[in-house]
Each structure stands twice: as C-alpha cells, then as structure tokens.
C-alpha cells in the first residue's frame, strides 16, 4: 500500500508565497512521474506543474515563471514553492504520484486549499 501526504496550504494576501510538500510512503520500488494539479470551484481538475524521475519539468502557463517544481528522490517527496501568488490561485490543490511497486499506479493526494486573498 501507499500513502500520499500534501501539506503546505492555507492563506496568503496577493503577492506572497507558499510551499506545498508531498510524500508518498509504503510498497513503493521507484518513482516515476510527480506532480501537482488544482481545482478550483465550478471548474476541472488542471495541470499545474510536473517533474519526471530525470527532473524534466512541465508547467501550465498560467504558472511559468512564478511557480517551481522540485523533487527530493530520497525522500520520495516532491515540492512546488508558489511566489506572486495571485487571487486566481485560489483552489484545492492535490498531488499525483506515479508508482512503480509491481507495475506502475497513480496515486493522489488528499488535497490542501491554498486561498489567496485580493
């Protein structure tokens, strides 16, 4: 089995930052694809920012520039820091791992709001 652990959210004024983390643990043989994805209300689940095992990055262009993707293999962790956060950042955010065990699984967080004021 796998847990997937975020944390980081919460409340920022327009302009700040934040650090969301995540973890996964358990029956875990290599970790493949990591990544965040956000939810706002009334809207789809969209791509935010994802980094592969070689440390390729892809972002959504809404965030370039002002959010970045890392990944500490070692600790089968990955963080996305969040700078000039805007009011339209505002939604869930969730985790996705990608998991080699016996074959490979996606797994997900359980999300973390991060609301951003005006």
């Known amino acids: 089995q796998v847990q997937v652990v975020e944390s980081g959210g919460g409340l920022v004024q327009a302009g700040g930052s934040l650090r969301l983390s995540c973890a996964a643990s358990?029956?875990?043989?290599?970790?493949?694809?990591m990544g965040w994805y956000r939810q706002a209300p009334g809207k789809q689940r969209e791509l935010v920012a994802r980094?592969?095992?070689?440390?390729?990055?892809n972002y959504a262009d809404s965030v370039k520039g002002r959010f970045t993707i890392a990944r500490d293999n070692a600790k089968n962790t990955v963080y996305l820091q969040m700078n000039s956060l805007k009011p339209e950042d505002t939604a869930v955010y969730y985790c996705?791992?990608?998991?080699?065990?016996?074959?490979?699984?996606?797994?997900w967080g359980q999300g973390t709001q991060v609301t951003v004021s005006s």
């Open positions: 358990g029956n875990i043989v290599s970790v493949n694809h």
């Open positions: 996705y791992v990608q998991i080699f065990a016996s074959t490979y699984s996606d797994y």
């Open positions: 980094i592969n095992n070689g440390g390729r990055t």
